[in-house]
C-alpha cells in the first residue's frame, strides 16, 4: 500500500520557521509530480507548491520568496522550507503526489500553527 508521511509541522511564533518533510513508501517519488496543499478552517484546500519529475517549481503567490520546495529522490522525499511565517499560514498541510492518469496519493497531513 502506498503511503506518503508528513512530519514537521507544529507551533511557531510569527517570523519563524519549519521544514516539512513527506516520505512515501511503495512508489518512486522522483518520477511522480510532488505538491505541498493546506487547507485552513472553513477554508477549500490550495496549493502551496509543487515540484514535476523534471524540477519545474511553482509556488503559489502567498508564499513566494518564503517558501522553498525541494526533493530527494535517494530518500524517496520532498521538503517544504517554510521561513518569515505569518499567522494566515496556519493550516494542515499535506503532501500529494500526482502522475498522469492515475488518482493522486495524499499524506494525511501536518498541522502547522503561526502565533502572533
Known amino acids: 500500500q502506498v503511503q506518503l508521511v508528513e512530519s514537521g509541522g507544529g507551533l511557531v511564533q510569527a517570523g519563524g520557521s519549519l521544514r516539512l518533510s513527506c516520505t512515501a513508501s511503495?512508489?518512486?517519488?522522483?518520477?511522480?509530480?510532488k505538491g505541498w496543499y493546506r487547507q485552513a478552517p472553513g477554508k477549500q484546500r490550495e496549493l502551496v507548491a509543487s515540484?514535476?519529475?523534471?524540477?519545474?517549481?511553482n509556488y503559489a503567490d502567498s508564499v513566494k520568496g518564503r517558501f522553498t520546495i525541494s526533493g530527494d529522490n535517494a530518500k524517496n522525499t520532498v521538503y517544504l522550507q517554510m521561513n518569515s511565517l505569518k499567522p494566515e499560514d496556519t493550516a494542515v498541510y499535506y503532501c500529494n503526489a500526482y502522475i498522469f492518469s492515475r488518482d493522486p496519493y495524499w499524506g494525511q497531513g501536518t498541522q502547522v500553527t503561526v502565533s502572533s
Open positions: 515540484i514535476t519529475s523534471g524540477g519545474r517549481i
Open positions: 511503495r512508489i518512486t517519488f522522483s518520477i511522480y509530480t
